[in-house]
């Protein structure tokens, strides 16, 4: 009976030490492009997602600061994008929201009538800290 007591009060003191632990690291879910049939050079992009950030430190007020990155899987670099700040400079708190990226004019890059693409997308923080790379369905771009 006092080992299964000891046992127990271990445990429960196991339990009540450990805190939950939060990343620094922001994170992106829930990735959607509209429309998925692109017509080249008339058709716009839009990708959203849903982000997280325990910290709150997602955007910058500096509007040539970029810090998110949308890279065309078709292509060897990303562009990368102005966020303005999605919580006061100066909170530590937890935010959550979506945001939506427009991107106008997408084309094919060769000879071909149609082709396809994903979007690879990626959030930065003000401590520099990246999202994982999360990536879109595939985008089919045709010409008309």
């Excluded at 339990?15 to 632990?21: G, Q």
């Amino acid at each position: 009976m006092v080992f299964r007591g000891l046992i127990f009060l271990l445990t429960v003191l196991l339990f009540a030490s450990c805190k939950e632990e939060h990343s620094d690291i922001p994170e992106i879910t829930n990735l959607t492009v509209e429309p998925l049939l692109v017509s080249e050079f008339t058709d716009t992009v839009v990708i959203s997602f849903d982000y997280y950030d325990y910290n709150g430190d997602l955007g910058y007020l500096d509007p040539n600061v970029t810090s998110l990155s949308v890279k065309d899987s078709r292509l060897q670099f990303e562009d990368l994008y102005h966020v303005k700040p999605l919580a006061p400079v100066d909170a530590n708190v937890p935010i959550q929201g979506r945001l939506s990226v427009r991107l106008n004019n997408l084309f094919i890059l060769g000879n071909d009538t149609v082709e396809r693409l994903q979007f690879e997308v990626m959030i930065q923080d003000r401590k520099g800290h990246w999202s994982e790379l999360v990536e879109s369905d595939t985008i089919t771009v045709f010409r008309p």
